[in-house]
């Protein structure tokens, strides 16, 4: 079979050569009819033999499954050695469930922060406390964890969204690297928002547009496998406009709205992993900004917003750590 093809293909090659080369006085337009009556007549046959061909060496051969690999080639994604994952909980409940509030306030140490600090977060509204590693059963029942998990958001943006249409327990995760910042948006846009902000006992207000309340979270991961955290309160108003930005000796152009940030009112905790801090807004304080960060009103009726963040991972190996040194005292 394969002699024959050579054949056919020696026969076409021949006679292109003669006609390039005039050694034979035919008419050229029965040899290219010749020619093309050739090819045709060769395709034909590759049809039929491939037609003939195929079902016996399917017979002879059959399907084959190639082999699964049960693990991947590619090597697993690793975080870096600075990177935290942190659990956010979003939790809303009636305002005029009180009860459960102070029940679960109770199990709360609100202590852990400087008296300075919480006095200038109850004076604007806020209420803020620490956890350990053991999740109390109020907080438990609040956050839907003893039936079912919370569901939980796959969204790879790092702002970790409204709060705004049910469930009213929400779950996401977010990964920091060491002082890298990210935003947890606590209020739809407000068209106008009267500010009072409490500053020692005086009061200064201002009114912004097309504003929005978030938590500006940073983290710092220390040597014994801990990790500081830093929460500060914002408030984003106005258009999105372009600005230039100047940090290392290079100008970045930034697009974003204004900000107000109220650094006095920042909280730093430092947490091991499994503890969480929890904040939210005081019921006697309405008008406040922490009656702005933590109410809003869904059908009709006014909410409260409680903030759960939850160091969840970290890096840390200390097996490598350099050995404290010790004291001669």
């Keep these: 079979m394969r002699s024959f093809l050579y054949c056919l293909v020696s026969?076409?090659?021949?006679?292109?050569?003669?006609?390039?080369?005039?050694?034979?006085?035919?008419?050229?337009?029965?040899?290219?009819?010749?020619?093309?009556?050739?090819?045709?007549?060769?395709?034909?046959?590759?049809?039929?033999?491939?037609?003939?061909?195929?079902?016996?060496?399917?017979?002879?051969?059959?399907?084959?499954?190639?082999?699964?690999?049960?693990?991947?080639?590619?090597?697993?994604?690793?975080?870096?050695?600075?990177?935290?994952?942190?659990?956010i909980f979003f939790a809303r409940f009636p305002v005029e469930d009180e009860h459960a509030s102070c029940q679960l306030w109770?199990?709360?140490?609100?202590?852990?922060?400087?008296?300075?600090?919480?006095?200038r977060l109850v004076g604007n509204g806020f209420r803020v406390g620490l956890i350990g590693c053991q999740i109390p059963i109020n907080l438990s029942n609040l956050l839907e964890l003893s039936d079912k998990s919370p569901p939980i958001d796959q969204t790879v943006e790092t702002d970790v969204g409204l709060?705004?249409?049910?469930?009213?327990?929400t779950r996401r995760h977010i990964q920091l690297r060491a002082g890298q910042r990210s935003e947890i948006i606590t209020s739809g846009v407000y068209d106008e928002l009267p500010v009072l902000v409490n500053e020692a006992g005086r009061l200064s207000g201002c009114t912004y547009e097309k504003t929005q309340t978030l938590l500006a979270i940073k983290s710092f991961p220390q040597s014994?496998?801990?990790v500081k955290l830093e929460l500060v309160p914002e408030l984003?108003?106005?258009?999105?406009?372009?600005?230039?930005?100047?940090?290392?000796?290079?100008?970045?152009?930034?697009?974003?709205?204004?900000?107000?940030?109220?650094?006095?009112?920042?909280?730093?905790?430092?947490?091991?992993?499994?503890?969480?801090?929890?904040?939210?807004?005081?019921?006697?304080?309405?008008?406040?900004?922490g009656h702005y960060f933590f109410t809003e009103t869904a059908a009709g009726q006014l909410e409260r917003k409680l903030i759960v963040v939850r160091l969840s991972q970290t890096q840390h190996d200390g097996l490598f750590e350099p050995p404290i040194p010790l004291s001669l005292d």
């Design 106 to 119: 109770e199990e709360v140490d609100e202590q852990h922060f400087p008296a300075n600090v919480r006095r």
């Design 163 to 169: 709060l705004e249409a049910d469930p009213n327990v």
């Design 224 to 226: 014994d496998g801990s």
């Design 236 to 289: 984003h108003y106005g258009d999105p406009r372009q600005s230039w930005t100047g940090g290392q000796g290079v100008l970045r152009l930034r697009t974003g709205r204004d900000r107000q940030v109220f650094t006095e009112m920042g909280v730093n905790a430092v947490l091991s992993p499994g503890q969480m801090i929890l904040m939210t807004s005081l019921s006697n304080r309405p008008g406040s900004l």
């Design 11 to 87: 026969i076409d090659a021949f006679l292109a050569c003669l006609y390039r080369m005039s050694l034979v006085s035919v008419d050229l337009c029965a040899v290219a009819g010749f020619v093309r009556r050739m090819s045709f007549f060769r395709r034909l046959f590759g049809l039929l033999l491939l037609g003939v061909l195929t079902p016996i060496v399917l017979a002879i051969f059959g399907c084959t499954t190639p082999n699964r690999v049960d693990k991947s080639p590619l090597s697993q994604p690793v975080m870096s050695a600075d990177s935290v994952v942190l659990e």
